[in-house]
């Protein structure tokens, strides 16, 4: 179990997927996930082999508010892409979602001794944008149009942080 300063992030328990199932019911949720019809396209479907997947749970009272993900493993790069949904919508705008990104990259590079974790975003979800940028990512590029959602085509940006810059971020207390 991984420990931060709101939550915590634990095996994927079979008593989490009612809340899961409450969670992906909510088109706000799901909005900029590139869901089409109320149903999930690859994005959060990763069985690659060595994907890991955590229940995000609230760090007092252990109630199951979302998933992260570390996944698309290549063990030849050492890089893995970050996934992360916090399902409750009241709960956003705490911090939540930078507690868990900070617990994924601490694993990523520490314990799996990743050298790469990247992600891809809708270029106009821009609070999610915000976040990752705030946490160490830096935008490598846009696709354009590369995305189908129920708002249309929309450009997809992909994100990636590397192990030194993570390093450097907290040899600096950053
Ligand atoms: C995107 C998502 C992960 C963000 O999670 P979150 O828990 O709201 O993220 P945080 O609270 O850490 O940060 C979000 C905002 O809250 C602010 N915030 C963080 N802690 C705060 C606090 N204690 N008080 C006030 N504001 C705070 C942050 O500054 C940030 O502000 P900004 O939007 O102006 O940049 C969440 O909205 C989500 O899961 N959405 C649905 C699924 C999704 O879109 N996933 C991402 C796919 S790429």
Do not use: C
């Amino acid at each position: 179990m991984l420990i931060g300063d709101l939550v915590t992030l634990r095996e994927v328990a079979w008593g989490d997927l009612a809340a899961r199932q409450e969670w992906f019911r909510d088109p706000e949720v799901t909005r900029y996930l590139g869901w089409l019809d109320g149903v999930p396209v690859p994005y959060l479907q990763d069985d690659s082999p060595g994907s890991l997947e955590w229940t995000v749970a609230l760090r007092d009272s252990q109630e199951p508010v979302g998933i992260a993900q570390l996944g698309k493993l290549d063990t030849v790069a050492a890089q893995a892409s970050l996934g992360l949904v916090i399902g409750r919508k009241e709960l956003w705008g705490k911090g939540l979602g930078a507690d868990v990104i900070r617990l994924v990259l601490a694993y990523a590079f520490q314990v799996a001794a990743l050298n790469r974790v990247w992600l891809t975003v809708e270029s106009r979800h821009l609070k999610a944008v915000r976040l990752y940028e705030r946490e160490g990512f830096l935008a490598e590029g846009v696709l354009r149009q590369a995305r189908q959602t129920q708002d249309g085509l929309q450009d997809v940006t992909v994100m990636g942080i590397l192990r030194p810059e993570w390093e450097s971020r907290h040899s600096h207390g950053g």
